[in-house]
């Protein structure tokens, strides 16, 4: 007789959970764990995986769950898979294989109520690849109907889909009707809503909204005001920037729909006119043009700049599909090696294909030696000159740094000499803003570029000063000089492996 496995794993997953609801996937484990019980399966509390509103059908999902019970399974923690049904785990071929190949050799039995089956019997791993592909075929026949009518509703004026959230300034209840609750079975009224009908108070918030903006109203004064005059989002809660921002660029406000890119008539009026939405359109464009982000503050040397050795040819690889890339490159990221929640050192890994991952300390020191030793380098120093040269811009560099340094005195003169009354102010303003024109100056007539700027100031530098510079100036210089591309390694053990990254140089003219 088989022997029953002694610690199994219960698994549920449902593809889409619009308010957050887990009440359907804890039905899964409740089937999973009367199916275990009949089964005499043990259940282990500590492996009970749950992806709420995840796809397995969907090749850039991420399922965070089904890759920590495929760690359970490679590190031998589980020796059986519970699962509510075989689609709810498995509904691509690859996601099966995968499991395959971790589990070879374990004696791993997976079952649901179409069966029990062994990854370690060639029979059942032949039938489970046959499920797998009609899965796959039957989510690939659905994308295909649900597509079709998407373009069908598009052609009608109307909205992709039916039904979701309710749009802001549009959406009038027409009546009810009787729907039969999958899960339950029950039937329960639920609202008809026409989206293609306009809320009068929301449409005049809008327009009024949009006028105060075209006015010169600021966002911020608009939102105020929204709150103040009652007005609420379709959720019921305030205004934020965002919420109200969201509202006055979508297509809909001008009667119009966006498909693939393009611009579609709608069935319904616009709150505003196309040529009034497209003004908007153009303020907020202004504005960020005026006030970019400027991004979160950078605390490690190599994220955004390492390159994971797959991927590091860009998008196009065959190993980094740019649908399922989250970096352009590939660029590593970080992490603590204990945990999220716990102390211990971080490491750099590839958040795509997880192939790569190195130790953060190590690699950032020597990385920063690599560069150390290339600015102190000779040979590194006349090729900068050159290139600076060649641009026509060593003289004037010259000139500005002496001028900078003039400046800087004058400054520090000023502000000693600030209490003597017989200073006067004007003259002193007078003084510094002639530098300050003669450096933008010359700075016009420059035509060396930032980077060659940047690297003839840190020429030379030392550990000590280097260290000093703040971490956006290092990583700069780092991507500067070369790209880091972080390779396999098969050591083990305390030290570092020069071998698992190359630094490739990169040309002073990029």
């Not at 004064?221 to 921002?245: C, D, F, H, Y």
Request: hydrophobic letters at 35%; a positive charge.
């Amino acid at each position: 007789m088989t022997q029953k496995p002694k610690r199994a794993a219960v698994y549920c997953r449902l593809s889409y959970a619009p308010d957050g609801s887990v009440e359907k996937v804890e039905r899964q484990e409740a089937d999973c764990r009367e199916l275990a019980g009949r089964m005499g399966w043990a259940i282990s509390e500590q492996h009970v995986f749950v992806d709420n509103s995840r796809s397995a059908w969907q090749r850039n999902r991420k399922r965070p769950r089904w890759d920590a019970m495929l760690a359970a399974v490679e590190a031998g923690e589980v020796d059986g898979i519970v699962v509510y049904h075989g689609d709810r785990m498995i509904r691509q071929p690859f996601d099966l294989e995968k499991l395959i190949g971790i589990a070879e050799g374990k004696r791993l039995r997976i079952s649901s109520p179409s069966g029990t089956r062994n990854l370690d019997s060639p029979d059942d791993r032949f039938i489970l690849r046959i499920e797998a592909a009609q899965a796959c075929r039957s989510s690939d026949d659905t994308s295909r109907r649900v597509q079709r009518g998407v373009k069908s509703r598009i052609a009608k004026g109307l909205p992709g889909t039916a039904g979701g959230k309710r749009p802001y300034g549009w959406g009038m209840q027409t009546g009810t009707r009787v729907v039969i609750d999958k899960e339950t079975g029950e039937e329960r009224l639920a609202p008809v809503i026409d989206t293609t009908l306009p809320v009068p108070t929301e449409i005049s918030f809008i327009q009024r909204g949009i006028e105060r903006q075209l006015a010169g109203a600021d966002q911020a004064a608009v939102i105020r005001w929204l709150n103040k005059s009652g007005s609420r989002t379709t959720e019921g809660n305030e205004w934020t920037p965002k919420s109200w921002r969201n509202v006055v660029l979508a297509p809909r406000v001008a009667g119009l729909i966006e498909y693939e890119g393009q611009l579609h008539e709608a069935a319904w009026d616009g709150a505003v006119s196309i040529e009034v939405w497209e003004a908007v359109k153009a303020l907020y464009s202004a504005s960020a043009k005026e006030n970019p982000y400027q991004g979160r503050e950078r605390t490690r040397l190599l994220t955004g700049i390492g390159e994971c050795y797959r991927c590091h040819s860009g998008p196009q690889s065959a190993a980094c599909e740019s649908a399922d890339c989250p970096e352009p490159h590939c660029t590593v990221r970080s992490k603590p090696t204990g945990g999220r929640n716990r102390k211990g050192s971080r490491i750099y890994y590839c958040p795509s294909c997880r192939g790569v991952g190195r130790n953060m300390a190590l690699l950032d020191a020597y990385v920063d030696g690599r560069v150390l030793k290339l600015l102190s380098s000779d040979d590194f120093k006349k090729e900068l000159h050159a290139a600076t040269e060649a641009v026509g811009g060593a003289q004037l560099l010259t000139e500005i740094t002496a001028l900078e340094q003039r400046r800087t005195k004058v400054r520090a003169d000023l502000e000693n000499l600030a209490d003597h009354p017989g200073v006067d102010p004007t003259l002193a303003v007078l003084s510094v803003a002639s530098f300050d024109r003669k450096i933008q100056e010359l700075r016009s007539r420059l035509a060396v570029p930032a980077k060659l700027r940047r690297l003839t100031t840190l020429a030379g530098i030392g550990r000590e000063e280097w260290g000093a510079q703040p971490i956006d100036v290092r990583a700069t210089v780092v991507r500067d000089l070369f790209r880091v591309v972080i390779l396999p390694t098969s050591r083990r053990g305390p030290g570092f492996d020069t071998s698992s990254v190359r630094l490739e140089r990169r040309p002073l003219e990029e």
